[in-house]
């Protein structure tokens, strides 16, 4: 895995917007039409007075805009880069994120969390492991509508102690007329170190890899 430091994120950043820039119209080249407008233009019948200054008045229009566009850019840059510096913050600690996958080690028991978004009359959870085997189904029964946990004890359908790794999960919620309702599945580690990919924070916890705008909750 290649480490991509935040001096090069915010390179990265800014050449993106250059290129951005370089693909439209700017300033000069209106400035440039409007110079040849005028060499161009018949001297027997010249351009009247209030269409060249009706062009006048769009080309400082577009230089406002472009110095407003600029500006916005440089700020977002600097908020991007500032945001990615403070991910290091989280190394050490325990976080919740938006996810679908739990580290299994050990023989332990594994938290399942999830957010329901009403009451449920059934909840159901379906675990593969990392080839996409199914490997466990939990009936949860009825929960209550927000923040749930389930625990998986770690065994397969066999009754064997499923192997350590990573393992992705489904979750399933019925309300009381049998529709099926939104849940959120949520994953939670502790945060080991960071890597920079595209100019984005990643959070290494375990064998995942988070995304740094998916993050809920922080603990110590």
Same mark, same amino acid.
């Given at each position: 895995?290649?480490? #991509?430091?935040? =001096?090069?994120?915010? !390179? @990265?950043? &800014?050449?993106?917007?250059?290129? %951005?820039?370089?693909?439209?119209? +700017?300033?000069?080249?209106?400035?440039?039409?409007?110079?040849?407008?005028?060499?161009?233009?018949?001297?027997?019948?010249?351009?009247?007075?209030?269409?060249?200054?009706?062009?006048?008045?769009?080309?400082?229009?577009?230089?406002?805009?472009?110095?407003?566009?600029?500006?916005?850019?440089?700020?977002?840059?600097?908020?991007?880069?500032?945001?990615?510096?403070?991910?290091?913050?989280?190394?050490?600690?325990?976080?919740?994120?938006?996810?679908?996958?739990?580290?299994?080690?050990?023989?332990?028991? #594994?938290?399942? =969390?999830?957010?329901? !978004? @009403?009451? &449920?009359?059934?909840?159901?959870? %379906?675990?593969?492991?990392?080839? +996409?085997?199914?490997?466990?189904?939990?009936?949860?029964?009825?929960?209550?509508?927000?923040?749930?946990?389930?625990?998986?004890?770690?065994?397969?359908?066999?009754?064997?102690?499923?192997?350590?790794?990573?393992?992705?999960?489904?979750?399933?919620?019925?309300?009381?007329?049998?529709?099926?309702?939104?849940?959120?599945?949520?994953?939670?580690?502790?945060?080991?170190?960071?890597?920079?990919?595209?100019?984005?924070?990643?959070?290494?916890?375990?064998?995942?890899?988070?995304?740094?705008?998916?993050? #809920?909750?922080?603990?110590?």
């Amino acid at each position: 895995m290649s480490i #991509v430091g935040l =001096d090069q994120v915010g !390179s @990265q950043a &800014a050449k993106t917007s250059e290129a %951005k820039a370089s693909s439209s119209m +700017g300033k000069d080249d209106f400035l440039h039409l409007l110079v040849s407008q005028l060499q161009a233009q018949d001297p027997l019948n010249p351009m009247d007075s209030t269409g060249f200054t009706a062009q006048l008045a769009q080309f400082s229009s577009l230089e406002a805009l472009q110095n407003i566009n600029e500006t916005l850019g440089g700020l977002g840059n600097s908020q991007t880069i500032l945001t990615n510096s403070q991910a290091v913050d989280y190394i050490g600690k325990q976080i919740q994120a938006v996810g679908d996958q739990v580290y299994h080690s050990g023989g332990q028991s #594994v938290p399942i =969390d999830f957010n329901l !978004s @009403q009451d &449920a009359a059934g909840v159901y959870i %379906k675990i593969y492991n990392q080839y +996409g085997e199914f490997v466990q189904d939990i009936d949860a029964g009825p929960m209550g509508a927000g923040l749930q946990r389930v625990d998986w004890d770690g065994m397969d359908l066999n009754g064997q102690q499923a192997p350590d790794g990573t393992y992705r999960f489904e979750t399933m919620a019925m309300d009381a007329n049998g529709n099926t309702m939104a849940v959120t599945t949520l994953t939670t580690g502790t945060v080991s170190g960071v890597y920079y990919k595209n100019g984005l924070a990643y959070l290494l916890t375990a064998d995942q890899e988070i995304p740094l705008g998916n993050v #809920v909750q922080v603990y110590e």
